[in-house]
């Protein structure tokens, strides 16, 4: 579904898992900081809102989205107990490639550490034309992507859990 008309960050509490025995890790770009705080805003009001508790969540900022990679693993490294991480970045198409080469390496990138690591990553990388889109992204009349993250999160932590053997 596209999320133009729509506002895809509605969520319904009866159908995402309680996640107050969940811990989450939050890495936010430091990039276009007033599109990435209010995406961070959203993920942790909904993540909240679901149960999580607060001292369970974890941030660390990193200067760009590229970065968000590693910034990512060594979360991932650093605390062995969370069971999601949320990577957070806006990046705004300028006048050259550059767009191209950062959105391509930070999308690989997290799909790489999902194969490599036990914990999900979650995409929460806003990758628009311009920045009336990240801000009807963030927070704006298309919803927030930092929420759907959130609830993402919750359920792949949930399913992680289901999982274990
Ligand atoms: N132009 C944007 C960037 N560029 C910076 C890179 O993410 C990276 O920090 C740099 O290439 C050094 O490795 N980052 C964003 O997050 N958003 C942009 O619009
Ligand atoms: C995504 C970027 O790195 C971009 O904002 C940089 O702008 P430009 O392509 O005009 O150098």
Redesign the pocket.
Known sequence: MATENNNLSIYDKATIPNAKNFRFGIVV?E??PEI?EGMFQGAFDALLDCGAISENIVRWN??????LVYGSKRMIQSYDMLDAVIAI????Q?ETK??DY?CEA?SQGIKDLNVQYDIPVLFC?LTDNNKQQSIDRSGGKHGNKGTEAAIAAIKMAQLRKDAKF
Not at 62 to 67: A, I, L
Not at 89 to 92: E, K, L, M, P
Request: glycine share 16%.
């Open positions: 770009s990039w276009n990435t990193v200067p760009g989205s590229f970065e970045g806006n990046v705004i300028g550059h767009f950062v930070v990388v």
